[in-house]
């Protein structure tokens, strides 16, 4: 029964459900204290030991009740009072005998049986179903039984033909049946794997070409990216709060209590929360990338991250005020339709952006800043303004350059990225979620000590 | 003893008619988890909203074994030293000194410096041991010889990374104490962690326990849960009670009323000695059963609607 058990687990695994092995051994052991006869109490013990949180435990309630479905087999032949001795004329072929006998209980655990052989379990895509349905129809024997079936239709007349068009006619909804029950097996097996491809593919797409329909479930990954990064990096930041015995404190602290020694100080790491600051390119070019750069950015954590954010256009703006008053998807929006912000959406004028921020936010730089730009560098054939940049480069740790445009296009028509290039510490290109994630956690784990 | 607990917990038919007897009735999915984790040996991971009884459970479960009930509640910044054990330094620092005097006594006799240190050897055990340990409830529960019912209250208000100081102690039943060595259960523990699911609890936690998700009660069982909590309600009340109670959740409540506002709210039916649920009684104890001014207001809209329910439920 830990085949079925196992064959369970592969199906909960592709619906969604994660399940490592401590927990399908768990599942064997909960099975076994209280057997198969009960199906209720089975899927609530199964359910305790496999599915671990309220999602989970829909998907596993849903593939439960497909998984443990009974399959009948309709094609066996129902008994017959037509006077023919069936008995009699019963033919070698196996397959042939069950659907003569009507057996269907045998026809079902037959059918199963040659599932398996036929690997059923391995079946992902709708268009394997053809595929699945000749190795299952091969494995019971379909060849013995359209040679019975050829034998009588070849005796002549009377029984034997009538059995050959009986036989027909089963042959015909046994390979229905078949049918049926591949694609049962498809939903079981094959359901998860769509989800996953889109995924696996909406994280290689380019962000600026990505479709609209496909938002929704962008932010259900950024979300799990942002929780990963998140994890790995507070966890490190609160194992500092607490270090070792420091002797020395200790020592001095208690030389006022005539050397007694009783009041303990503890060395302690001094983590620094990196402190970035983002200046954004929001021409229409560009917005889709920042709107997930924002979105993705914003959502770790604060103790992990001290963000302020510019954004510019033809002229530039600080919005750090924005992402303070409203949640994040409700802040990239207004920044998107530009609702109540000075920003003229002219042509993109690097050299008039650059000097505002020159002008006002320079002092903002400092020896433990590092600058995160994001723009395609490509300022309309005026001057790009590079002197703006290196007094930033100068002054601050670290600047890192994000073009959504890939490396050979750099520097083409009127991209200035290679006048800007010498005042990067890093120029990168970034246009995907793969990309995001990997810079910003290069990010994290730079400016750490 | 043991037996004795082993012999009560023998089926979940069994746990589910022990548990009704201290007055807690469990539906088939809770007995059956229970009932899987003692005889696994696994802990418990209860989430659910507010006020389903989730503390409840594991309470009526040390009653239900007879075993000393532990409970540690979790909040953020808890640490080891106010969860497992803390180490008195100051203690033992002060008492390195004040034992100054008899240590330069048991080291001068001898003249030798390693015969000094191997004198030293032989009591540093003493300054190593349980005298500078202060036992807290995790420890608690590894040590008690009859075993005990652990509660580990609202794990996800804890950080993360106490999260992860749980897990030796989840499936080895055992922590590593630098200052003395690692300590095992003496008898195992039967744990059980609750969460209202504040944020997502890591994967490690949840693949050492049994999941047990303690939805809202259908109102039948509601209705049982009542009758057992509050005997001295009529039934006619009972049923417009539960079923109006039924009825708000279906709004959009920033906080829905769970049993255990229910349970409060009969008591108050009773003291106030209502015959029967009319839409003045309902309007003065609403806050009883809401918590927020908000709430309150969506419901009192909604009262002629609600009201008629009840009426019809009356006549039926």
């Known amino acids: 029964m830990d085949r079925v058990l196992e064959d369970f687990v592969t199906a909960l695994r592709l619906s969604g459900v994660r399940i490592s092995v401590a927990e399908t051994l768990d599942a064997c052991s909960a099975a076994a204290l209280v057997g198969y006869g009960n199906r209720l109490l089975l899927k609530d013990s199964l359910g305790a030991a496999l599915a671990k949180s309220g999602h989970e435990k829909d998907l596993f309630s849903d593939t439960f009740d497909r998984f443990f479905s009974d399959f009948t087999c309709t094609a066996a032949l129902p008994e017959r009072d037509d006077g023919v001795d069936r008995e009699a004329t019963l033919p070698e072929d196996p397959l042939s005998r069950m659907l003569l006998q009507g057996d269907q209980a045998s026809l079902a655990a037959a059918l199963q049986e040659a599932a398996r052989a036929a690997d059923i379990r391995a079946i992902r895509l709708p268009t394997q179903r053809s595929l699945y349905t000749v190795r299952i129809l091969n494995a019971l024997g379909i060849d013995g039984l359209d040679s019975t079936i050829r034998t009588f239709s070849g005796a002549g007349s009377g029984g034997p033909l009538a059995q050959a068009d009986a036989l027909q006619a089963a042959r015909q909804e046994l390979v229905d049946n078949v049918r049926q029950y591949v694609e049962r097996q498809l939903d079981l097996y094959g359901r998860g794997i769509v989800n996953e491809y889109l995924e696996e593919a909406l994280r290689k797409t380019r962000l600026s070409h990505l479709e609209q329909r496909h938002f929704e479930k962008m932010g259900e990954l950024i979300q799990r990216l942002v929780k990963r990064l998140n994890d790995i990096h507070s966890r490190r930041r609160k194992a500092a709060r607490r270090g070792h015995l420091d002797f020395k404190r200790t020592l001095r602290h208690n030389v006022p209590y005539g050397g007694f020694i009783f009041d303990p100080k503890w060395k302690q790491r001094k983590v620094n929360r990196p402190d970035v600051l983002v200046i954004c390119d929001i021409s229409r070019s560009m917005m889709r990338l920042v709107r997930f750069f924002l979105l993705f950015l914003y959502g770790l954590n604060e103790e992990i991250l001290r963000i302020r954010t510019f954004v510019f256009c033809s002229n530039l703006i600080d919005v750090s005020d924005v992402f303070e008053r409203y949640p994040v998807e409700v802040a990239v929006d207004r920044l998107q339709q530009g609702t109540d912000l000075p920003i003229v959406m002219g042509l993109t004028d690097y050299a008039r952006s650059l000097d505002d921020f020159r002008l006002q936010y320079l002092n903002l730089v400092t020896r433990r800043t590092t600058v995160l730009f994001l723009g395609d560098g490509r300022n309309n054939n005026a001057d790009p303004g590079t002197h703006v940049l290196r007094d930033i480069y100068q002054r601050c740790k670290r600047l890192v350059w994000l073009n959504p445009e890939p490396r050979p296009f750099w520097g083409t028509g009127d991209s200035e990225m290679k006048r800007f290039l010498p005042y990067c510490h890093a120029a990168r290109e970034c246009n995907t979620l793969d990309h995001l994630e990997r810079v910003i956690g290069s990010l994290l784990a730079a400016t750490r000590h | ?316």
């Open chain 2, 1 to 316: 003893m043991n037996n004795d607990r082993q012999n009560r917990i023998a089926s979940w038919e069994a746990v589910q008619q022990g548990f009704r007897g201290t007055g807690y009735i469990a539906d088939r999915a809770i007995a059956t988890t229970v009932y899987l984790a003692w005889h696994l040996g696994k802990p418990i991971l209860v989430e659910g909203p507010a006020g389903v009884g989730k503390t409840e459970l594991a309470k009526t479960a040390a009653a239900f074994l007879d075993l000393e009930l532990i409970r540690l509640q979790c909040y953020e910044g808890l640490d080891e030293a106010k969860a497992l054990y803390e180490w008195k330094y100051g203690k033992q620092l002060l008492y390195t000194q004040l034992l100054k005097d008899k240590l330069d006594e048991i080291v001068s006799r001898d003249n030798g410096f390693s015969a000094a240190i191997d004198k030293l050897h032989r009591y540093d055990d003493i300054f190593f041991s349980r005298h500078f340990l202060e036992p807290r409830p995790l420890l608690k529960a590894l040590e008690n010889p009859d075993g005990a019912v652990l509660l580990v209250d609202e794990i996800d208000k804890a950080d993360e990374e106490f999260e992860a100081f749980l897990l030796e102690i989840l499936s080895d039943y055992q922590v590593s104490i630098p200052e003395i060595g690692t300590v095992a259960a003496v008898s195992r523990p039967f744990v059980f962690l609750t969460s209202n699911n504040t944020r997502e609890l890591s994967e490690a936690l949840k693949r050492r326990c049994l999941h047990l998700f303690i939805p809202y009660p259908d109102a039948a069982l509601e209705r049982r849960i009542v009758r057992s909590r509050v005997p001295d309600l009529p039934a006619r009340l009972e049923k417009q009670l539960v079923s109006f109670i039924q009825q708000i959740r279906g709004l959009d409540l920033k906080k829905a009323p769970s049993i255990s506002e229910t349970i409060d709210w009969a008591r108050v039916v009773v003291l106030l000695h209502a015959e029967r649920l009319t839409s003045e009684v309902v309007r003065d104890t609403l806050h009883v059963f809401l918590k927020y001014q908000d709430d309150v207001h969506t419901v009192e809209e909604r009262m002629p609607q609600l009201t008629t329910m009840l009426l019809r439920n009356d006549g039926g």
